[in-house]
């Protein structure tokens, strides 16, 4: 009989899985943890990584557009009144705040629950 976590090759499962003692089942839990968190830093990086080169586009394209349709007085004051820095905090703070959700997960999962709140109250008084 096919079971729905069968692999799709049509063999049979792992029969270790599910069959681990409890102290297998939470080193591997805690090695699983430790990977997740290797993996959401690394794709932090990326991101920041991807943010920065979106950037630098956007930056070449409003040189070109300059030069090639100059701004009216109206739409100059405009532009000028934008503070950049507010979209590069927008950034850091969204990246941020993912960062701290992958910990809280993770800390929840290995029954680590202070330090799972103590991230969530920094948020709030960051924020409160």
């Known amino acids: 009989m096919k079971h729905e976590n069968d692999p799709p090759d049509g063999r049979d499962p792992d029969p270790n899985v599910g069959n681990e ?3 297998q089942a939470h080193e591997s839990f805690q090695l699983t943890a430790i990977y997740v968190g290797v993996q959401t830093t690394a794709r932090l990086a990326e991101s920041e990584a991807d943010w920065d ?3 630098e586009q956007v930056d070449r394209l409003w040189s070109l557009s300059e030069k ?3 701004l009216g007085q109206d ?3 405009r532009v000028d009144s934008v503070d ?3 979209f590069d905090e927008r950034v850091v703070e969204r990246a941020r705040h993912r960062a701290d959700d992958a910990r809280i997960s993770t800390f929840d999962r290995l029954g680590q629950n202070s330090r799972a709140v103590a991230i969530i109250e ?3 008084l960051r924020h409160g």
């Open 75 to 77: 739409d100059q004051a």
């Open 53 to 55: 080169r979106l950037a």
């Open 68 to 70: 090639l349709v100059p």
């Open 84 to 86: 950049p820095g507010t």
């Open 122 to 124: 920094r948020r709030l």
């Open 21 to 23: 003692s409890p102290g």
